[in-house]
Nanobody, 116 residues
């Protein structure tokens, strides 16, 4: 599986960003798609994942601020990040897997920086 991630960047607190991830490869390996994020010195944590059937999981810190979606025909997922705060600053990694916790394949990291 190959993953092409895009989006991210610099945004002010309270702002929004959108990440996208396009996957190519075995459909069996793209059962679930989503993102993890990582801050230097901390473990990677799940942001959101979505299965082919539409089952969604969010990290506890999301609290209704983010929305994940996907187009199965295009093997593409999107993550809409809203009401961002400086604590959301992290490198975000697109990932796919057989289950909601992803981890079978990883895309290149995308930096999201929230700062005034």
């Amino acid at each position: 599986v190959q993953l092409q991630a895009s989006g991210g960047g610099l945004v002010q607190p309270g702002g929004s960003l959108e990440l996208s991830c396009a996957a190519s490869g075995s459909p069996f390996s793209i059962a679930a798609m989503g993102w993890y994020r990582q801050v230097p010195g901390k473990e990677r944590e799940l942001v959101a994942s979505i299965t082919r059937s539409g089952v969604i999981n969010y990290g506890t810190f999301v609290k209704g601020r983010f929305t994940i979606s996907r187009d199965n025909a295009k093997n593409t997922a999107w993550l809409s990040l809203n009401s961002l705060n400086p604590e959301d600053t992290a490198v975000h990694y697109c990932s796919t897997g057989l289950l909601w916790n992803l981890g079978s394949a990883w895309g290149q990291g995308t930096q999201v920086t929230v700062s005034s």
